[in-house]
């Protein structure tokens, strides 16, 4: 098949999603066009079956905002001509979908097949803005097949947008491979941990949903009852506020702060603990990926965190801001080792077992054919 995969190239889940499947789809026999207006952050590695599209925004000095939907809807609507594109899945419903509706209108008759993937904030912050709300709607509406990352998204979507489309759950899904705990290394760890200190850490894009502040303060509680080190990985609005907290509660010297790491499996593997304290959090694809590394997870009852996690046995649950249970959870834990190797053999099992790339990556295929049929 020729796909076109449109997403998000800066940090953050749904780009990730759509890199990682469309370098499966890749492998597995497809050639895959990615669309952005930037090559996606984990698009490392060459591929002869993969081709990155530049999508450039001229600027007017009428141009307030510059109109990006037209702009990405006119270099879908001429790759699918140049391309002949089977299908644009699109990640992120908002402006993306909007796009894919926009350039078939453009083609008329023979366009390619529009696959919506959902990911979280294009509907539970954004989607339900007045300003998107009723466009995201209709777009959604438009498409051939819309797809959510999990249930609990699935059942939000058909709360708050009631959309005549069937939504689909198709989970995310990690390589068992890639994100391994055979990627631990004793020498590693020392680079960023002394002896006998745990290494703890938080992987995002640093938004407000993610609750920031939540990983300093777990972090500050934890360290008063075992020697530890927090690694925050990622960038984003929320890390300056993480560093000048850092120093206020005088812990500056146990934070690293790593910035936009692209192979975060080698980090991830170092970590002795996760810590996820988000807001909302439709699936938490972050934790996912420490879980396959055989790390176990700290994180917030948010959203779809619950059909990833199980508490007690892969990780441990909280609620929102509850930063006590998460700083007594993560320290029980990390002063317990027969529980902890437990729980890290049980986190690598979860994700491995329930969200394998090579079940999940199937189900698209699935899709895409019996849309094309
Ligand atoms: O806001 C973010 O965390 C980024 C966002 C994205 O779309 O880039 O992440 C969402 O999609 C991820 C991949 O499907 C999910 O794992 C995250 O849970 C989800 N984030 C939220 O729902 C807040």
């Given amino acids: 098949m020729k796909i076109g995969m449109v997403c998000y190239p800066a940090y953050g889940g749904s780009g990730v999603v759509a890199t990682e499947l469309g370098i499966?789809?890749?492998?597995?026999?497809?050639?895959?066009?990615?669309?952005?207006?930037?090559?996606?952050?984990?698009?490392v590695?060459?591929?002869?079956?993969?081709?990155?599209?530049e999508v450039d925004v001229t600027s007017s000095p009428l141009f307030k905002y510059p109109p990006y939907t037209v702009a990405l809807a006119g270099k879908l609507a001429a790759l699918s001509r140049t391309e002949e594109l089977d299908l644009i899945h699109v990640h992120y419903a908002i402006p993306h979908a909007v796009a894919a509706y926009l350039a078939r209108q453009v083609l008329g008759g023979r366009s390619p097949k529009v696959v919506t993937t959902l990911h979280g904030t294009d509907i539970t912050l954004l989607g339900i803005d007045a300003c998107f709300h009723e466009v995201t709607r209709f777009a959604i509406d438009q498409s051939d097949a819309v797809t959510a990352v999990s249930r609990h998204l699935a059942e939000e979507t058909r709360a708050s947008f009631k959309p005549r489309v069937e939504i689909q759950v198709i989970l995310n899904f990690v390589n068992g491979t890639v994100f391994s705990p055979a990627l631990r290394n004793p020498a590693v760890h020392s680079l960023?941990?002394?002896?006998?200190?745990?290494?703890?850490?938080?992987?995002?894009?640093?938004?407000?949903?993610k609750r920031i502040p939540d990983v300093v303060r777990v972090f500050h509680?934890?360290?008063?009852?075992?020697?530890?080190?927090?690694?925050?990985?990622?960038e984003g609005p929320g890390v300056e506020t993480a560093q000048d907290m850092a120093a206020e509660l005088g812990i500056s010297g146990r934070v690293s702060f790593l910035g936009p790491v692209t192979r975060v499996a080698e980090v991830l593997a170092q970590l002795d603990l996760f810590l996820l304290p988000s807001e909302h959090e439709s699936f938490g694809l972050a934790a996912l990926e420490a879980m396959a590394?055989?790390?176990?997870?700290?994180?917030?009852?948010?959203?779809?965190?619950?059909?990833?996690?199980?508490?007690g046995v892969s990780g441990l649950l909280c609620d929102v801001s509850d930063v006590p249970c998460m700083a007594r959870a993560a320290a029980e834990l990390l002063k317990d080792p027969r529980r902890h190797r437990a729980m890290s053999a049980a986190a690598r099992k979860r994700a491995v077992e329930a969200f394998p790339e090579e079940r999940v990556v199937p189900e698209y295929e699935g899709l895409y054919r019996q849309l094309l049929e």
């Fill in 221 to 234: 509680l934890l360290q008063k009852k075992i020697p530890a080190r927090l690694l925050m990985i990622g």
């Fill in 192 to 209: 960023y941990a002394c002896a006998g200190e745990a290494l703890v850490g938080h992987l995002s894009n640093f938004r407000p949903v």
């Fill in 45 to 53: 590695d060459e591929h002869p079956d993969i081709v990155f599209h």
């Fill in 293 to 311: 590394c055989g790390v176990p997870v700290v994180c917030t009852r948010a959203g779809g965190v619950p059909e990833v996690v199980e508490h």
């Fill in 24 to 43: 499966a789809l890749a492998r597995r026999g497809h050639k895959v066009h990615f669309v952005s207006h930037a090559l996606p952050f984990r698009l």
